[in-house]
Structures are given as C-alpha cells and as structure tokens.
C-alpha cells in the first residue's frame, strides 16, 4: 500500500512519528502525487523542468516544483524495518539477516527460543495474507520451503479483515495481539509463549496449534507431545477445518512415518488420556468428532 504525505499529515501526529522511525519511506526518487488537481489522484512521474531544469510535474494548470510539493510525495512501509521492530526482543538467529521472500512481503529471520518451549521455532514476519491473493502465493512459498518443526509467523495485517486458513507447520499469529504496548511495535516473548500455548481468544469449535501439539474442541483442550501424534492430529484437524473431515488411516500413518508395529490409531494413541474424546477410528477412516 501506499500513501501520500498530504494524508499523513491528517493523521494527528501518527503519519510524522511512523516517518521519523523510518517505517514510512519515500516510495521511489521520482513520484509525486497530484492531489489537488480536481479529482485526479494519480501517480504522476517527477521531470525536470524544460527552462529551469528544476524537478517537479505539470499540474492541471501550471508547473509545480517538487520542492513545493513535499506533502504530495508518495510514501510507503519499509518493511524490513518494521519487521526487525518486530522481533527486537527475540533472540532470532538472522535477526540482522532476515532472508526475504514474495518482494518482502515475507521475511525470515530463522529461529527464536521461547519461555516455556524446549524447542526453537522458525520466526517469520508477513503481511498481506488476508487477501486471498497473498494467502495464496504465501501457500505456494511454504510448499516450497516447509517448515522444520514449528514456524510462528507474526501477520501484520489488521486482525479481522478475514480469517486466515490453517496451514500445517505454521501458526499464523496476527501482531496486534502480541505487541508490548509500552514499546508499540515489538512483540512480548512472553505473550508469544502464552499464545501458542492457549491458543486464540475465539478458536471456534476446533482449534489446532500448527504442529499439531494442542487441540482445542469446544473449548476442551487436548495436549500431544509425542512427533508421530502431533502430525496425526494436525492432519485431522485440517481436514475438518477444510470440510472434508474423514481421511484414510493408512494416509496418516504412512505420513507420520509410523513404523510396521502401528497399524491403527489406537496403537499411536496408546496411552493417552483423551484422544478417544476428539478421535473416531472406524475400519480403513478415521476423523474428529466434534
């Protein structure tokens, strides 16, 4: 997105402190935007001026120089600056050399260590997944660079504008519900840990963590620490989640790499407390019961 200066300056201060943290840039050297030209609002290219050779456009009327058109300058987020306000107070492991990926509209800043979490998990800084074109080219990217273990990535895109489908391996968290509002922009490890933990405050009737590790139906929550388990359960949950909630048993198995030993559900569930609550296996199929 972008945004003329002009209408930053509207913002009762917002626009200018976004400018002077430098997350709101100049977008090109040579753009201006003709506001006030009746109602033409487009994009206008900057040139030098055939007599003075002084830079600005030719307005509906008369030249302006770009000097005196500073508020139509067109701005828009930088977003490796923003992403990097982000994750300022996580020990990411490309924090100066985060890997960009869709013209930055994705950044990867490899692993983090949380409270409470044993494991490291992948860091990813995104926008723009609520269109439905972002989210499909994200899908299209995570096919081709599938997460190894559990990948946080922080959306910061407002929170509402559209749900955000589940994609395995991945818990899409949107910014707004983990910022440190004494910082503004940086997020709170200890909120980001509490979060993949309890999941969000409107899960509906199912909610799964992106490894699969905590299931939530109807607000009962289901724990699953073994490997084998976590791929089955995030398996099931995203079939019901898609609308086609059964799936062949052999598919999960073969998928969990379970070895020749495991020939049903229940001897990969073997031991745990609540799986029949959330878990139905009959014959060759299995599903969620919610």
Partial sequence: ARVSALALAQMRGAGEALMKAGLLVPHGSSTCIVAADDLDDTPTPVIAHPITGHPGHLGNWAWQDERASERRRVHALDMAAAARRVVAKLDCSLENDAVPYLDDVALDFGTARLPRRAARVGIWVARGLTRPEGFAAFRELVQRRPSDGLRVVIVLDPPGRMPVPFVRGHELVALEDLVEHEDGLAIAPEILAARLLKGPSHQGP???????????????????????????????????????????????????????SVKRLKDLFGGHPTWREVIRESGSNCWLEV
């Fill in 206 to 260: 199912v909610w799964v963590s992106g490894d699969g590790g905590v299931l939530i139906v109807h607000g009962k929550w289901h724990e699953f620490t073994g490997g084998k388990q976590k791929i089955a359960v995030a398996m099931l949950a995203e079939a019901w989640l898609d609308g086609d909630p059964v799936l062949p048993v052999a598919r999960i198995l073969e998928e969990a790499e379970c070895g020749p």
